[in-house]
């Protein structure tokens, strides 16, 4: 009996501590989370980053916005840099840039708006208040955070307000540095003023269990090297940035490396260990040099291929951010299906229909990107549909599809002999899906991603290794789940 005892508290105290660690890599298959002791993947129609560092901002009614329509993940930058009103990239409405001044920073201030000065000796009490208690409500509501340290300076107006540009930093050595030289450790006493920053934020954020680290924004914006066209991947000189894939150059990673060494290096001794993300290209690519200390591996602008090439490095691949495709929901909620019945762990739709004064997230906003109530509710239907598979046996299953004429098929093995399966209309839509499958009972369930509703097809009793699926697409897509019986 004492050892039944024993036994039932020693499991209760494990239950207990994985409760009570921060998110990490599903053990059991490092392509999804673990949170709270459950398998997550995480989905989400977030704001434009600013929730943070905007004071005018309500975040609580942000929160409580995403949470009761069903996500579980935003992300915030953190205070390095932020934008100028109704001048940053068509967006009319734009949580990143704070009214002139008003940016909340980790950094005390002097002067009069037009001559700002950031004094990175003295940290700002009213930030670290404010981040504390947007943690302390998201921790509360179960949502996710992902903590940007730094973004690209995309523009010269930019580096004008930048807390990094030595012109705006109280008591810097020199007032001069080349921009696309800020994140590189050729950057003079710059960087160990960001390695103290980074130092910071990580003692401060290690009490919450709820974020993950990611170290910048866009780096290849800075000092991108071409790697290939979308349309010919054999060549290099693509007509725009949309139709090219860059990476950030060597310079870019050093600079990033050495910060992932300070994040792991500070936690070394603090209670808790934290995930780390990092931000490699837009659109898709083949990675190579990932840290060892880098588990999420993030993508702008997604394709699908970006989990088939980078599934052996048995990471999360994420879809951190959408947009530039248009402002209607369906353009996106493809994207985000596509993308997570590849075998993706992460979606982010930049949702712009969430600023100052409409944080609850019914705003109409002239942007280059999508974002509504509307788009959230099918959010949910994705997160739900992905959620309720066993996450810890999941995985892709493009192999699988035999065929599927007229028709865009993505699809996952549910680890228990049966499938899950998205499938687009792509020129035919009355057409057949044919499916390789073990021999069996199944039973099928065809399940709406605009609406949710959901309806049994039929169960199909399999003798050769094959189900054919006959399809009426009239409206463009639908989700299919296979369940063995």
Not at 143 to 169: G, K, L, M
């Given at each position: 009996?004492?050892?039944?005892?024993?036994?039932?508290?020693c499991?209760?105290?494990?239950?207990?501590?994985m409760?009570?660690?921060?998110?990490?890599?599903?053990?059991?298959?490092p392509?999804?989370?673990?949170?709270?002791?459950?398998p997550m993947?995480?989905?989400?129609?977030?704001e434009?980053?600013g929730?943070?560092i905007?004071?005018?901002?309500?975040?609580?009614?942000?929160?409580?916005?995403?949470?009761e329509?069903?996500?579980?993940?935003?992300?915030?930058?953190?205070?390095?840099?932020?934008?100028?009103?109704?001048t940053?990239?068509?967006?009319?409405y734009?949580?990143?840039?704070?009214e002139?001044?008003?940016?909340?920073?980790p950094?005390?201030?002097?002067g009069?708006?037009?001559?700002?000065?950031?004094?990175?000796?003295?940290?700002?009490?009213?930030?670290?208040?404010r981040?504390?208690d947007?943690?302390?409500?998201?921790?509360?509501?179960?949502?996710?955070?992902?903590?940007?340290?730094?973004?690209?300076?995309?523009?010269?107006?930019?580096?004008?307000?930048?807390?990094?540009?030595?012109?705006?930093?109280?008591?810097?050595?020199s007032?001069?540095?080349d921009?696309?030289?800020?994140?590189?450790?050729?950057?003079?006493?710059?960087w160990?003023?960001?390695?103290?920053?980074?130092q910071?934020?990580?003692?401060?954020?290690?009490?919450?269990?709820n974020?993950?680290?990611e170290?910048?924004?866009?780096?290849?914006?800075?000092?991108?090297?071409?790697?290939?066209?979308?349309?010919?991947?054999?060549?290099t000189?693509?007509?725009?940035?949309?139709?090219?894939?860059?990476?950030?150059?060597?310079?870019?990673?050093?600079?990033?490396n050495?910060?992932?060494?300070?994040?792991?290096?500070?936690?070394?001794?603090?209670?808790?260990?934290?995930?780390?993300?990092?931000?490699?290209?837009?659109?898709?690519?083949?990675l190579?040099?990932?840290?060892?200390?880098?588990s999420?591996?993030?993508?702008?602008?997604?394709?699908?291929?970006?989990?088939?090439?980078?599934?052996?490095?048995?990471?999360?691949?994420?879809?951190?951010?959408?947009?530039?495709a248009?402002?209607?929901?369906?353009?996106?909620?493809?994207?985000?299906?596509a993308?997570?019945?590849?075998?993706?762990?992460?979606?982010?739709?930049l949702?712009?229909?969430?600023?100052?004064?409409?944080?609850?997230?019914?705003?109409?906003?002239?942007?280059?990107?999508g974002?509504?109530?509307?788009?959230?509710?099918?959010?949910?239907?994705?997160?739900?549909?992905?959620?309720?598979?066993?996450?810890?046996?999941?995985?892709?299953?493009?192999?699988?599809?035999?065929?599927?004429?007229g028709?865009l098929?993505?699809?996952?093995?549910?680890?228990?002999?049966?499938?899950?399966?998205?499938?687009?209309?792509?020129?035919?839509?009355?057409?057949?899906?044919?499916?390789?499958?073990?021999?069996g009972?199944?039973?099928?369930?065809?399940l709406?991603?605009?609406?949710?509703?959901?309806?049994?097809?039929?169960?199909?009793?399999?003798?050769?290794?094959?189900?054919?699926l006959?399809?009426?697409?009239?409206?463009?897509?639908?989700?299919?789940?296979i369940?063995?019986?």
């Open positions: 009996m004492r050892r039944v005892i024993l036994f039932i508290l499991f209760n105290s494990i239950l207990f501590a409760a009570q660690s921060p998110i990490r890599l599903l053990p059991e298959n392509h999804y989370f673990q949170y709270k002791g459950k993947a995480l989905v989400t129609s977030a434009h980053y929730a943070l905007n004071p005018d901002f309500d975040f609580a009614e942000y929160l409580n916005t995403l949470h329509q069903g996500m579980n993940y935003t992300r915030i930058f953190m205070g390095s840099y932020f934008e100028i009103p109704g940053s990239f068509g967006i009319q734009n949580t990143l840039a704070p002139p001044g008003k940016a909340l920073t950094w005390k201030t002097v009069e708006n037009g001559s700002l000065q950031y004094d990175w000796s003295e940290y700002n009490p009213a930030y670290f208040q981040l504390r947007f943690m302390v409500l998201a921790q509360k509501l179960d949502i996710i955070v992902e903590i940007t340290f730094f973004s690209s300076i995309y523009r010269d107006e930019h580096w004008e307000i930048s807390p990094e540009n030595p012109a705006n930093r109280v008591n810097a050595e007032k001069s540095l921009r696309k030289l800020a994140h590189t450790l050729e950057n003079g006493e710059l160990s003023l960001q390695k103290g920053y980074v910071k934020l990580v003692r401060e954020l290690n009490v919450y269990e974020f993950f680290f170290i910048q924004n866009e780096p290849w914006s800075d000092r991108g090297v071409k790697v290939l066209n979308l349309m010919n991947k054999y060549v000189n693509g007509p725009n940035w949309m139709e090219e894939v860059e990476y950030a150059d060597q310079l870019s990673l050093d600079w990033q050495a910060l992932i060494e300070t994040i792991v290096a500070t936690e070394k001794d603090l209670p808790k260990k934290h995930l780390i993300a990092q931000n490699f290209s837009n659109f898709k690519a083949p190579f040099d990932v840290s060892p200390h880098v999420i591996l993030n993508f702008h602008y997604n394709w699908p291929e970006s989990v088939d090439w980078n599934y052996h490095l048995n990471r999360v691949v994420g879809f951190d951010e959408s947009g530039f248009g402002s209607e929901d369906w353009v996106y909620r493809r994207q985000a299906w993308f997570m019945l590849s075998g993706g762990g992460l979606f982010n739709h949702d712009y229909s969430f600023y100052v004064g409409k944080e609850d997230g019914t705003g109409v906003n002239e942007a280059p990107g974002g509504s109530a509307t788009f959230r509710k099918e959010m949910k239907i994705l997160s739900d549909f992905i959620q309720e598979l066993n996450l810890a046996k999941v995985k892709p299953a493009a192999n699988r599809v035999i065929s599927s004429p028709l098929t993505f699809a996952l093995d549910d680890g228990a002999g049966g499938l899950a399966a998205y499938v687009i209309e792509a020129g035919k839509a009355m057409s057949h899906v044919e499916f390789q499958i073990d021999p009972t199944y039973e099928v369930i065809l709406d991603p605009v609406t949710g509703e959901s309806r049994t097809m039929d169960t199909f009793e399999i003798q050769p290794s094959r189900l054919v006959t399809l009426n697409l009239m409206q463009g897509e639908t989700a299919i789940r369940l063995r019986k």
